[in-house]
């Protein structure tokens, strides 16, 4: 005879049992620690997340959302048309190799994440524990603080303290957000004044987003550029982003900023052209030879581990005339080495270049989600929009100006997750007639 459990205490178990699960997921970024190479890199969570994934697809009950599932199809088909290219493109075998595991791990990161993180607390447990263990994986062998800072510790920062936060006091959602908005303006000081010049302007827009929600009027006017007007929205975004980056011109210009950023940007600084504007095109030669690439073949990617001496040439070209001494030095030394690898130095275009349209796509739709997510995270109506706002910007640097690889395949799939849930979030809200969702699973929507 089955022994029913009075409601309390079942209650009580399935509380104990949650508590249980984020603690566990709080923790499993630990395992990244651990890295090893094995036809490229391979981190300690994706062995993990290959030892749960039969034990996920077996034993689980639970499907995935009609969004997952979408991204999980076109991951797979990302995956295929790259084996075809390979082979018709006749790429070497290391090359090969190394280009199918980083879209496998990419897909392994994203499926596992996807059925481990249902709940929001969930997913701020995983967070805190991932923005821990991010600087380490992120920095040098050799550790220097402001390359560090750059690479990881100013981008962890914000995350770490805005996740702890908010597990620890979920319901002074506004409250947090500024606090949160108050370090991420310390944040982006210190990125600042350590140049570190994505940081500060991904610290920088967060703290202005987050700063803006918190009084009616300036959440009313971010709602009317986020939400119903974001073309003009973006354009207000682009003028801020303008103007964050004079800023830092005229102050490392004027030595305010110390030498370092003085002669970092005399060497990265193209003449001739507006100042922010010349900035950026001389701290991105790469763009140059990924464009070339793409016009030649815009539908059929080049291969994985895309190596060529003709469209390196085209770096070199970039960087001889808007590089700093020692980029001219370095490419030099490549030049005869065989057949160099082809720089892209971003997840959109370099996916274009090596699979095609497909990865195009991917990274387009991700933006897109990240975007929707944003929209909907203006009114602070759960805990996981804090966390949208302090990433989206950070995010959408690394996919249009980040190599994808290595850890970033872990960063990309947490936050495409996370940008998955709150659209949802908002979804169930919208057909329900709710103004402020509880945050349940998201799995039981759609």
């Given at each position: 005879m089955p022994v029913?459990?009075?409601p309390s205490e079942a209650a009580g178990l399935s509380h104990s049992n949650d508590r249980f699960a984020e603690v566990l997921l709080a923790l499993l970024p630990l395992s990244?620690?651990?890295n090893a190479s094995f036809v490229g890199q391979i981190f300690g969570i994706e062995l993990l997340f290959f030892l749960l994934l039969p034990v996920l697809l077996l034993l689980s009950r639970r499907g995935l959302p009609n969004s997952s599932r979408t991204t999980v199809k076109i991951l797979a088909l990302w995956f295929l048309i790259q084996i075809a290219t390979d082979i018709a493109q006749d790429i070497s075998l290391g090359d090969l190799l190394r280009g199918w595991a980083k879209l496998l791990a990419f897909a392994l990161d994203y499926y596992?994440?996807?059925k481990l993180l249902t709940t929001p607390r969930r997913l701020l447990a995983f967070l805190l524990g991932w923005s821990v263990v991010y600087p380490f994986n992120s920095s040098l062998e050799e550790f220097d603080f402001a390359t560090d800072w750059k690479f990881g510790i100013g981008f962890a920062i914000p995350i770490a303290s805005a996740t702890a936060l908010l597990l620890l006091l979920p319901t002074r959602i506004r409250l947090i957000a500024a606090l949160v908005s108050v370090i991420c303006l310390a944040d982006a000081l210190a990125s600042l004044a350590l140049t570190a010049r994505n940081n500060f302007l991904s610290e920088f827009v967060a703290a202005v987003l987050l700063g803006s929600t918190l009084l009616s009027p300036t959440r009313r006017i971010l709602n009317i550029a986020v939400v119903r007007h974001p073309l003009a929205g973006a354009a207000g975004g682009l003028l801020a982003i303008y103007l964050a980056?004079?800023?830092?011109?005229?102050l490392a210009e004027s030595g305010t900023l110390g030498t370092t950023a003085y002669e970092k940007l005399q060497t990265q600084q193209v003449r001739g052209v507006?100042?922010?504007?010349?900035?950026?095109i001389g701290g991105r030669s790469e763009y140059n030879t990924s464009f070339v690439a793409i016009k030649d073949s815009p539908i059929v990617g080049h291969g994985s581990w895309f190596r060529s001496a003709y469209y390196y040439s085209y770096y070199v070209d970039s960087v001889h005339q808007y590089g700093s001494p020692e980029q001219i030095n370095f490419v030099d030394s490549t030049v005869s080495i065989g057949e160099p690898l082809v720089p892209t130095h971003s997840h959109l275009f370099?996916?274009?270049?090596?699979s095609g349209i497909v990865g195009a796509v991917?990274?387009?739709?991700?933006?897109w989600t990240s975007i929707r997510a944003l929209q909907r995270s203006v009114q602070l109506s759960s805990t996981i929009h804090v966390i949208v706002i302090v990433t989206f910007f950070q995010f959408v640097w690394n996919v249009l100006f980040s190599p994808f690889g290595g850890s970033a395949r872990l960063s990309a799939a947490v936050l495409i997750v996370l940008y998955q849930m709150t659209c949802r979030s908002n979804d169930r809200v919208s057909r329900s007639g709710e103004t402020d969702p509880a945050p349940t699973s998201p799995t039981s929507a759609n």
């Open positions: 029913s459990v009075p990244n620690l651990y596992v994440l996807s980056g004079l800023t830092y011109v005229t507006d100042p922010v504007l010349g900035l950026f370099g996916s274009w270049v090596e991917f990274w387009l739709l991700a933006l």
